[in-house]
């Protein structure tokens, strides 16, 4: 039996060890197993370099991390252990979520085609478990579904999974039992299969990122995912991570950068770049012929899909890269609120601060005031959106980070080089010439009233305008924040 120093050593993992310690599981009880390795820091591991087993060029998994392996007669030996965690989802808000190894998601597991792999799975959860490696070619009594291709694994009990990485690509694993409560919990991880020689269809770059889409509700001032929930979720996560808790995808200009991104969510995210044009290179099923790509800039994963998109990052600077549907870029709302853009409520909030005095009108002038509104929210609860950029708040949350392109950025360096200083001439800037009264249709003033250049819904000196139709939306509608 290896001592956990030589076990972590020969996973490479010397350069990580600070932040990596073992599970308080009694060795008596896993004397035949590899020991298992935790992992609590939310930050993003520096790539997990092999020294045994065939060479590759090893991924990064943002706010995440890479098991080691033992080798053991030439077969890759895995411990994961399901258990219940606390995820700190972004600073000073934290989640008890299930996952494995002290974490959620758990470890990215990776292997290379051909590779004999033995995973040992140790169930530390109340109640019956099992895993499923989703997207894999294996027998069928290893694909880990509960009732049908096995026994759930009892709590205490561990089972061990063993097959060959048949095919290269861009997996994912997660319980098959009980998934409805296992997985709004927070249990599911990244699995990546690298190709064992030069693939026609796998391209090498210098960047390989990985992450998961995943999903939670949790009451503000609460730490427990309410597992019942199936659309309206108002935590929108990258790795049970938000933002500004994602780090950034730092990159070395001219890079060849490689983003893997799986689903298990309840919903499609259209994920989105800015400032560069990619392809997707692979999907669920493997690479994707050449002559079926095309450049794009955002690509929908539906739920229970991978992707793999690859772009050349010629371009210098922060750019975001985020969830398109703007509910899934904010945090958990304290409150249901209706919408009050164009509302001038300025009377009204008088007379309720005289009752009320924490009282606060919400959105007049659309939400980005509360970015910068310290509103009272209760004990660990995240801020709805937030992050702070050089210009200000950035108003985001959720499902955004940021991909840091530098040419003075160190090859293998992910550390986050700070913000990017534009060159002079080159930022958006104000107008300070005079405005121009806008040009409009004729049938469009019919039932606008008089206008008066630029629509201002506070400046109650403006003459009103007549409003043809009033539209509120039910009392019952609810969004997923
Ligand atoms: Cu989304």
Known sequence: MNSRRSFLRSAGLAGVAGGVA??????????????????????????????????????????????????????????????????????G????????????????????????????????????????????????????VTGLNQKGIPPG??????????????????????????MAMGMMGFWVTHPKTTHPLIDEVQRDFCFLLNAYDI??????????????????????????????????????????????????????????????????????????????VTTDIAVGQMRQVEFLADEEGDWAFHCHKSHHTMNAMGHDVPTMIGVDHRGVAKQITNVIPDYMVMGERGMKDMTEMEMPLPDNT????????????????????????RKDQKPNDYRDPGWFKQPAGTAAFEFTGALPEPHRFKSEQLNQGPVTGLYNPTDTSAPARAIEVKVRKPAGHKHGH
Request: proline residues 10%.
């Open 382 to 405: 995240a801020p709805m959106m937030t992050g702070e950029g050089p210009f200000g708040a950035i108003g985001m949350g959720g499902m955004f980070s940021v991909l840091k392109v």
């Open 93 to 144: 808000f934290k989640a008890h979520l299930w996952g494995y190894n002290g974490q959620s998601p758990g470890p990215t597991i990776e292997v290379v085609e051909g590779d004999r792999i033995r995973l040992f799975v140790t169930n530390k959860l109340g109640e019956l478990t099992s895993i499923h490696w989703h997207g894999q070619r294996l027998p069928n009594g290893m694909d880990g």
């Open 22 to 91: 073992a599970a308080s599981v009694s060795r008596v009880a896993m004397a035949a197993l590899p020991e298992p390795v935790v992992q609590t820091k939310p930050d993003t591991m520096p790539p997990l370099m092999p020294n045994t087993g065939r060479p590759y060029n090893p991924v990064v998994t943002l706010n995440g991390w890479t098991l080691p392996w033992r080798m053991n007669n030439g077969v890759k030996e895995f411990h994961l252990v399901a258990e219940p965690v606390v995820r700190e989802m972004s600073p």
């Open 219 to 296: 009451d503000p001032g609460a730490y427990t995912p309410k597992i019942m929930t199936m659309i309206d979720f108002n935590l929108w996560s990258w790795n049970s991570r938000i933002y500004p808790g994602i780090d950034p995808l730092v990159v070395k200009k001219n890079d060849k950068v490689r983003i893997r991104i799986g689903n298990l969510t309840m919903t499609n995210h259209p994920i989105h770049l800015h400032g560069h044009e990619f392809e997707v290179t692979g999907t669920d099923g493997g690479p994707t012929p050449r002559g079926s790509r095309w450049m794009e």
């Open 157 to 182: 009990k561990t089972f061990v999974y063993e097959f060959v990485a048949r095919r290269p690509g861009t997996f994912m694993y997660h319980p098959h039992a009980d998934e409805m409560v296992q």
